[in-house]
């Protein structure tokens, strides 16, 4: 095995100078530094202590350390040492609006691509526009705005009728937590014959990995349990 996930020991971040400084203790060969899943520098302990003086840091960056043999210095074994690591990333949120014109057997579809895929191609998500029916055909909000807009021309027949009737359900994915890279997405409608509307395509560049959750505090700890009560502020992003 050339990598060694568990051997760097007491890590210590301190992003407060120009650097950050990152300080740790490793009786293995070599260390790596890699920063949001990037390498960026390599140092041999010394006395079985390591140390990097790197760019400075934000809160959304994630620094790993990883212990590897002196030889493989330069092999980038992130996604091999860390196959959970994109779990600590962004999500991707899609969604179409059901207009009345849909009928209740249309289903939207959604599909992703991984980072770096030229077309998303993978199903992730199928769902009724009108899930049990509920909402179709938007009856209040097209008689409010034909009665409103043409026979008055004022408007004031639409805006009531569209807040008023079914309105547009929203119906929307979002994805599991993914890693930094550029992504494809597309949505289409489907009807119950298999005929699908035209696609929207785009894609998505999840630049960092989430800001971290913070405040972790201990607020009890019962012995005759051995129950540990832990609270933290979540992440906005995850």
């Known amino acids: 095995m050339a990598y ?10 301190d992003a407060a100078n120009r650097f950050a400084v990152i300080r740790a203790r490793c ?4 260390v790596q530094c890699y920063v949001n899943g990037e390498l960026l520098a390599a140092a041999r302990p010394y006395d079985g202590r390591v140390q990097f003086a790197i760019p400075p840091l934000d809160k959304r960056d994630v620094v790993f350390l990883l212990a590897v043999d002196a030889a493989d210095a330069e092999t980038d074994y992130f996604f091999d040492a860390y196959p959970g690591a994109s779990a600590n990333a962004n999500r991707i949120r899609m969604y ?3 207009e009345s014109a849909y009928l209740p057997t249309d289903k939207a579809k959604f599909y992703r691509g991984d980072a770096g895929d030229q077309a998303a191609e993978a199903l992730v998500s199928e769902q009724f526009l009108f899930p049990a029916g509920q909402g179709c055909g938007g009856w209040g909000r097209l008689w409010g705005r034909a009665w409103g807009v043409e026979d008055f021309g004022l408007g004031w027949g639409c805006n009531w009728g569209f807040g008023w ?14 890693g930094p890279g550029i992504y494809p997405v597309k949505v289409v409608v489907e009807d119950q014959a298999g005929n699908t509307s035209t696609e929207a395509t785009d894609t998505v560049t ?33």
């Open 206 to 238: 999840l630049a960092s990995y989430a800001e971290p959750a913070t405040d972790l505090t201990v607020d009890s700890y019962a012995l005759e349990t051995d129950a540990l009560a832990l609270s933290w502020t979540a992440s906005a992003d995850v």
């Open 165 to 178: 009737g079914y309105g547009t359900p929203r119906i929307e994915f979002t994805t599991e937590p993914l």
């Open 96 to 98: 179409v609006h059901a």
């Open 4 to 13: 060694y996930p568990d051997q760097v020991t007491d890590v210590a971040v």
């Open 27 to 30: 009786a293995k060969q070599c």
